[in-house]
């Protein structure tokens, strides 16, 4: 897990609430990335940054929304508009070019949502 | 679009016996392959990756894989298998293509949990 830092651990909600999960990195790496784990599902492209200031959708935004003001952090918002927010969220990042495409994972967030 | 296979849930296996994780996967170009482990309430923790050259690619504690290309294949293996080996196991693939497009978007498996008894 190392460098990479996400917090809180686990994270509990009342449902129409909006909740802000932190993710921050010192492995100076350009790229972040957020994902959802669901038991049997494996992971699920939520958004992604390859540079400040800009970020693009994965494969399951909608209900989500994210911001990168800093090389280093990269924290993602689930609004009340997620269908079902109870998940392990995860947060990654990686260098980008060629030989250096593999990503490294925070230890994750548990978000319950009831 | 790119897609991974893991065909098996869960692999069980005995203590110092051999142990494979079956992978296959499918690009439209030439294929990124990493291997990942996860132990229970974690994040991933990368094991290795196939970029090019050599098909056995070596990676941390004892694991390699095969890099099959006529068979799409990227299955993981350790000659002897130990307790603490037992975790989720996640393969995950990239198009060459998603340098430009998509910086190093990855697709992963569903997983593949394993189980080594004594």
């Known amino acids: 897990d190392g460098g990479i830092t996400q917090s809180p651990k686990y994270l509990f909600r009342k449902e129409g609430q909006n909740v802000t999960l932190s993710c921050e990195q010192n492995l100076n790496h350009d790229a972040m990335y957020w994902y959802r784990q669901d038991p049997g599902q494996g992971l699920r492209l939520i958004y992604y940054s390859q540079i400040v200031n800009d970020f693009q959708k994965g494969d399951i935004a909608e209900g989500y929304s994210v911001s990168r003001e800093k090389k280093e952090s990269f924290p993602l918002t689930v609004t009340s508009a997620q269908k079902n927010p109870t998940a392990f969220y995860l947060c990654?990042?990686?260098?980008?070019?060629?030989?250096?495409?593999?990503?490294?994972f925070g230890p994750g967030t548990r978000l319950t949502v009831t | 679009a790119q897609s991974v296979a893991q065909p098996e849930d869960q692999v069980n296996v005995a203590e110092g016996n051999p142990l494979t994780v079956k992978c296959t996967y499918s690009?439209?170009?030439?294929?990124?392959l990493f291997w990942y482990v996860q132990y229970p309430n974690r994040g991933l923790q990368f094991l290795l990756k196939?970029?090019?050259?050599?098909?056995l690619v070596k990676g941390s504690y004892g694991f390699e894989a095969e890099f099959n290309k006529s068979q799409t294949s990227f299955h993981l293996k350790k000659p002897s298998a130990l307790v603490s080996d037992s975790a989720l196991y996640f393969c995950a693939v990239r198009d060459e293509g998603g340098l430009t497009g998509g910086g190093n978007k990855l697709t992963f498996g569903t997983g593949t949990q394993l189980k080594v008894e004594l």
């Open positions: 690009v439209s170009g030439n294929p990124y």
């Open positions: 196939y970029i090019t050259g050599d098909n």
């Open positions: 990654a990042s990686s260098m980008i070019g060629t030989g250096r495409a593999e990503q490294y």
